[in-house]
């Protein structure tokens, strides 16, 4: 069956640039995770070499979105003409390998007024939804400043990826630090700190009211849904303290798609499947930072319960939710 895997990352030079040019105190260090091993060179290939790594893993399509940091940390002036570039870049791709490749638009969260604008364009131009983070500088996604942004992914109807990011540096100070350097970007990033920081902007946008302002927008979380679906007993109680009509669990079963992110653990997904339905799970590599091998990634859909939850997690669900045609 087809398997489409949708979070796997690129990079535009010039996002790159631009991150290193900023002061040393402004840098995103986790913009290190790029040009670790081969990764820059994976990033910034949407050809030959990409569709090369697809066939090594029995991909037949892939959803592009730019890695992290993105654009959202950059300075406004910066950061529009910057999204402006990396949608038509992504563009491009697609046009080029229309069987193979589909993206996700970078938005310019640091200029708020120019968000819901370039996601229409970005539509316009193929994109199937866009990858955003859950703070541009002190600024919460779910701040009514970004209700524009909402509006405009439950007009198109096209999901937003609200991907992990590094912690803000106070609570790095406070939480991260202290160990060695390494080891203080490790867990600020891939080995905690990522995680909780999307699973509490996701929870945000629940408590804020967004999906209650905008019953048609749907999310897309990474690592099996950034352990928030692992504490939902615990949140749903956070519902109740802000008055909301429904419960977190049933706000996450509703509006929330979960993503597998090169983790293929059946335990995560037996987790998973016992809080939230087969229709909302959607394969991903979470490419080039997760490499699995096709053995690897066939042992796992080997865990799917049936032919018809394989086929959805494969490749139905994503089609469903970003409108990606046979």
Known sequence: MPLIAIEEHWVLPGVTRAWKALPP?????????????????RLEDLDDGRLAAMDAQGI???????APPGTQGLPAAEAVPLCREANDAAADAVGRHPARLRALATLPLSAPG????????????GHVGAMVHGRSGDRHLDDPVHDDLFAAAAALRVPLFVHPQIPPDALRDVAYRGLDPLTDLGLATFGWGW?????????RLVLR?????????QIVLGHWGELLLFWLDRADGLAQ????????????RSHVHVTSSGMFNPA???????VTTPDRLLFSTDYPFQQPGAAEIAAFLGELGSDADREAFCSGNARALFGIGT
């Open 209 to 217: 009211g967004t999906f209650d302002r905008h019953p048609d927008l």
């Open 241 to 252: 303290l802000r008055g909301l009509p429904r419960s977190v669990s049933d706000y996450v």
């Open 114 to 125: 120019a968000v819901a604008g370039e996601l229409e364009r970005a539509v316009g131009l």
């Open 195 to 203: 995680h909780l920081e999307a699973a509490t902007a996701a929870l």
């Open 268 to 274: 995560l997904l037996r987790h998973v499947l016992s």
């Open 25 to 41: 105190g402004r840098i995103d260090e986790s913009i290190a995770f790029n040009e670790r091993g081969d990764h820059l060179a």
């Open 60 to 66: 037949d399509l892939a959803v592009i979105s730019h």
